[in-house]
């Protein structure tokens, strides 16, 4: 039997590990993995992966800057899911022409691969909440430990303004607009989540991205955490396998909603500032954490919910992990792999 050829780009990092794992549940996929292993901690998540040994797992050393082995590898696939990308606004804003480069121009070449050698493929996008900005115009009260939203009380949704702010909120934005335009204009098989912040296992976080796993790894090593701002900002966490779950859902219903964009998130069930968090912890590792604060970092948003109606209506897709099972989940696995982990983010 023909199995059905899935090609995850940034398929080491974080999402793309989980996701391949997730694909290849199915004895009738066949997974390829295209990364050059660029974030620090994807060799482990490549070794990890092939230490499954799945049969029907294919690693492809590549960049999706070379348009020519993008192409190559995109001929015959029925699934694609675009998640490779310099991830951390702080690099963007040292280095703003490299991230164009592997965000907006490395999106534009994955495109333009699909369509030229697998037109009928149905193409999932990871974009960002940052195509949203800073959102100052929300109505905010401070509380004692968060900002807390005082319209929108089920959060942004998706007829939110586009303001690009700070090279990676502009790079992943162009992306975004070029996925869903390929599907108007080529009629590409296209789905673009913009997604708030996930987390869980195979993270290997550091100050730049992924700041849940950042905050129960420095926890879990007795270090001092560094909050930018005043920590009282509020995220909404989607733990990955709910993230994983809507894909599939999109790919299901691909006739429906071709040439969507949903946001999603955690939702306003599952939202917790920095100091939250750390309070969080602090009771259930019963140790001290300490930290102190500096300057906001650019584009930092007060507060990001996601309003996850429309997916709700569309995919009946609703969280199923509550933010405390999915950070007790996370501690699981940073506490197993700590030696490593410590290891990789020093080098
Ligand atoms: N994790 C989150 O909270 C979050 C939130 C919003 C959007 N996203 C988006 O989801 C996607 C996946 O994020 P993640 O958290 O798994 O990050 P990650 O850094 O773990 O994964 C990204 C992967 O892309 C690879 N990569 C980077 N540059 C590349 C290039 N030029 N060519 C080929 N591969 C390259 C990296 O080596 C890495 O394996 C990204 O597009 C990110 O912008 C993530």
Redesign the pocket.
Known sequence: MNKKRILI??G?????VNLASKLLENKNNFVVV??????KG?ENNLRWLLSKKYKDLKFIK????DYKKLKETARGCREVYH?????AVTKSVDDPIEDFK?NAE?TLYTLEAVRKASPDAIFIF???NKVYGELLHLKLKEGKTRYILTDKKNGINEAENLDFHSPYGNS?GVADQYVRDYHRIYGLKTVVFR????YGEHQYGNEDQ?WVAHFVIKSLLGNKINIYGDGKQVRDLLEVSDLIGAYLLAVRNIEKIRGEIYNIGGGPENTFSLLELIEFLKKILNIDIKYDFSDWRPGDQRIFISDNTRLKKELNWIPKVSKEQGVRKLIDWIGDNIDIIKKTNSK
Do not use: E, H, M, W
């Open positions: 780009t940034g080491a990092g974080f999402i793309g295209y990364d050059n292993l660029s974030r994807t590549g960049d999706v800057r998640l490779a990308a310099q991830v592997i490395g990871a974009s960002t992943k997604q708030s912040c996930i992924g």
